[in-house]
């Protein structure tokens, strides 16, 4: 079975940090394409970061620059460091991980950044 566990959620002041962490059981992340995705309230759930089993990674035009988007594979964890937050920023913040066709959500962390 598999099962993505996330953590790092918080509440935390404009301009500080966090650092998400993204577990997996029953897959292994390094042939995965793993995602963090994100959803406030009254919005759609949104791209935020994604690393791919060769280890490139990309981001939305909203947290370049202040995301990062890493792996380690013998923690088989997947985290995600946010830096300089904002406000906005404030949503369930889920992984999600694709390979063949398939895909695995966690249940989300809640961010919450206050002003």
């Known amino acids: 079975q598999v099962q993505l566990e996330e953590s790092g959620g918080g509440l935390v002041q404009a301009g500080g940090s966090l650092r998400l962490s993204c577990a997996a059981s029953?897959?292994?992340?390094?042939?995965?394409?793993t995602g963090w995705y994100r959803q406030a309230p009254g919005k759609q759930r949104e791209f935020v970061a994604r690393i791919t089993s060769s280890g490139s990674t990309n981001y939305a035009d909203s947290v370049k620059g202040r995301f990062t988007i890493s792996r380690d594979n013998a923690e088989n964890t997947v985290y995600l460091q946010m830096n300089n937050l904002k406000p906005e920023d404030t949503a369930v913040y889920y992984c999600?991980?694709?390979?063949?066709?398939?895909?695995?959500w966690g249940q989300g962390t809640q961010v919450t950044v206050s002003s």
């Open positions: 999600a991980s694709q390979r063949a066709g398939r895909d695995y």
């Open positions: 029953g897959i292994i992340f390094e042939i995965y394409s």
